[in-house]
């Protein structure tokens, strides 16, 4: 179907309105605050080709997005499912040791007090591969995500003022509580669709594009179909979907696709959902017996993790980035706008080391970058299918949804 309608054709009054809908509706932050992640296809094209395009209502985009602002479902459940293709090189498995050590330390298990249950690390096995999750809530007190794995599943739990987080692999149970059944817990990376499009309505500006584009049935559900695409050129984002479920306003499936072309690079989507109110049994959790039980507060007083266990590699590392680490760093700065923003910060001279200097894990963190020149001098480009990152020579990182030449022109202008 074609496009219904355009944000193109407001007026300044409603211009303003729908500017106040979309801050309402949320933030946006590009997807490099969750380690350049996004999630790629999942196999939901039956579940929206199925049943045919549904006859609803025409919208406008003003007004979808005024509807996804005022979604106020707080009951339900369903299955969801996640994948992620940022093109990433397979580094056999290395890359999950270091996201692990990334989390924070706590999430890894092992004999420094942390637990293989905290959900600062579990949840990062989103960023990779192909997962299914089971979603249940029941107002602000009570919410449950559970990851399922071959044989085997991880829960996450909030009820009331307890946090539970439980690893059926690993018979591990991880525990904190939150200060006031208000808050619910924070997770680490976007779970669910609306999750995303939280995240990418916070982009909507007068330097994007956005209509409604026809309709769909995701999960059982009619949804329209809301499009969000970038009006300036060096993007590495093509087009953000979303179907928003026409009843409710809640998004029910989102697809990131890049500029590139190719399979998405983000699409997640509800295969089954019901808005019913979950069976209260759904949120209790008792601790298995046998489990280890971590407290949140003996976890965050753990050595500092990986140390001892990552042995030579800690110690590479600290090598690269000197006596003083990244200290004396400046802060990270935001050149240009809109989809083009691209975020910089000076490491104080410590650029990527070469093969010479930086010994094996110098010329393996190169093998994997684009060398590149310009007036800014010299220095490596390491691309994903949605995150690209400059490092100069002399210490500058230039990255952002942006192309490789957005960021060489971008080091070249701060000259």
Same mark, same amino acid.
């Given at each position: 179907?074609?496009?219904?309608?355009?944000?193109?054709?407001?007026?300044?009054?409603?211009?303003?309105?729908?500017?106040?809908?979309?801050?309402?509706?949320?933030?946006? $932050?590009?997807?490099?605050?969750?380690?350049?992640?996004?999630?790629?296809?999942?196999?939901?094209?039956?579940?929206?080709?199925?049943?045919?395009?549904?006859?609803?209502?025409?919208?406008?985009?003003?007004?979808? +997005?005024?509807?996804?602002?005022?979604?106020?479902?707080?009951?339900?459940?369903?299955?969801?499912? +996640?994948?992620? @293709? !940022?093109?990433?090189?397979?580094?056999?498995?290395?890359?999950?040791? !270091?996201?692990?050590?990334?989390?924070?330390?706590?999430?890894?298990?092992?004999?420094?007090?942390?637990?293989?249950?905290?959900?600062?690390?579990?949840?990062? &096995?989103? %960023?990779?591969?192909?997962?299914?999750?089971? %979603?249940? *809530?029941?107002?602000?007190?009570?919410?449950?995500?559970?990851?399922? &794995?071959?044989?085997?599943?991880?829960?996450?739990?909030? @009820?009331?003022?307890?946090?539970?987080?439980?690893?059926?692999?690993?018979?591990?149970?991880?525990?904190?509580?939150?200060?006031?059944?208000?808050?619910?817990?924070?997770?680490?990376?976007?779970?669910?669709?609306?999750?995303?499009?939280?995240?990418?309505?916070?982009?909507?500006?007068?330097?994007?594009? $956005?209509?409604?584009?026809?309709?769909?049935?995701?999960?059982?559900?009619?949804?329209?179909?809301?499009?969000?695409?970038?009006?300036?050129?060096?993007?590495?984002?093509?087009?953000?979907?979303?179907?928003? @479920?026409?009843?409710?306003?809640?998004?029910?499936?989102?697809?990131?696709?890049?500029?590139?072309?190719?399979?998405?690079?983000?699409? #997640?989507?509800?295969?089954?959902?019901?808005? *019913?109110?979950?069976?209260?049994?759904?949120?209790?959790?008792?601790?298995?017996?046998?489990?280890?039980?971590?407290?949140?507060?003996?976890?965050? &007083? #753990?050595?500092?993790?990986?140390?001892?266990?990552?042995?030579?590699?800690? &110690?590479?590392?600290?090598?690269?980035?000197?006596?003083?680490?990244?200290?004396?760093? @400046?802060?990270?700065? %935001?050149?240009?706008?809109?989809?083009?923003?691209? *975020?910089?910060?000076? /490491?104080?001279?410590?650029?990527?080391?070469?093969?010479?200097?930086?010994?094996?894990?110098?010329?393996?963190?190169?093998?994997?970058?684009?060398?590149?020149?310009?007036?800014?001098?010299?220095?490596? %480009?390491?691309? /994903?299918?949605?995150?690209?990152?400059? +490092?100069?020579?002399?210490?500058?990182?230039?990255?952002?949804?942006? /192309?490789?030449?957005?960021? $060489?022109?971008? *080091?070249?202008?701060?000259?």
């Amino acid at each position: 179907m074609a496009p219904i309608d355009s944000d193109d054709n407001t007026t300044a009054g409603e211009g303003e309105e729908l500017r106040a809908g979309r801050r309402r509706a949320a933030r946006y $932050v590009v997807p490099v605050a969750v380690m350049g992640v996004a999630a790629a296809t999942i196999g939901l094209v039956p579940a929206l080709a199925d049943s045919g395009d549904p006859d609803l209502p025409k919208v406008t985009a003003e007004q979808l +997005i005024e509807k996804i602002a005022k979604s106020d479902v707080e009951q339900l459940s369903g299955t969801v499912k +996640i994948s992620t @293709d !940022l093109g990433l090189p397979d580094l056999g498995g290395l890359e999950s040791g !270091l996201m692990s050590g990334m989390s924070g330390g706590p999430g890894s298990g092992g004999d420094e007090g942390g637990s293989a249950a905290d959900p600062s690390a579990k949840l990062t &096995e989103l %960023v990779s591969g192909t997962h299914t999750l089971r %979603v249940a *809530a029941d107002g602000p007190d009570r919410q449950k995500l559970s990851l399922l &794995e071959n044989a085997a599943e991880y829960s996450l739990i909030h @009820d009331g003022k307890d946090v539970w987080g439980y690893d059926s692999k690993s018979n591990e149970v991880y525990h904190a509580t939150t200060s006031g059944s208000a808050e619910q817990p924070e997770k680490e990376v976007p779970a669910t669709p609306k999750d995303f499009a939280d995240q990418a309505l916070k982009a909507v500006d007068d330097t994007t594009s $956005v209509t409604v584009d026809g309709t769909a049935q995701v999960a059982g559900r009619d949804a329209y179909r809301l499009v969000i695409k970038p009006k300036q050129d060096g993007s590495t984002v093509g087009a953000i979907s979303v179907a928003v @479920d026409a009843e409710t306003g809640m998004p029910l499936k989102f697809t990131l696709t890049p500029s590139s072309g190719g399979a998405a690079v983000v699409d #997640a989507g509800f295969t089954k959902v019901s808005f *019913a109110k979950p069976d209260a049994s759904t949120f209790d959790f008792t601790p298995p017996e046998g489990a280890k039980v971590t407290e949140a507060d003996e976890a965050a &007083e #753990a050595p500092e993790h990986g140390r001892e266990a990552e042995g030579g590699l800690a &110690e590479e590392m600290d090598g690269l980035k000197g006596t003083d680490g990244l200290k004396g760093t @400046d802060g990270p700065k %935001v050149i240009g706008e809109g989809w083009n923003s691209i *975020a910089t910060f000076d /490491t104080g001279g410590q650029g990527l080391p070469t093969a010479s200097a930086g010994g094996d894990l110098g010329g393996f963190l190169g093998s994997f970058g684009d060398q590149v020149k310009g007036d800014f001098g010299s220095g490596t %480009v390491f691309k /994903t299918r949605l995150v690209n990152a400059l +490092i100069t020579d002399d210490g500058k990182v230039y990255a952002g949804a942006v /192309t490789k030449d957005a960021l $060489v022109k971008a *080091a070249d202008a701060a000259q």
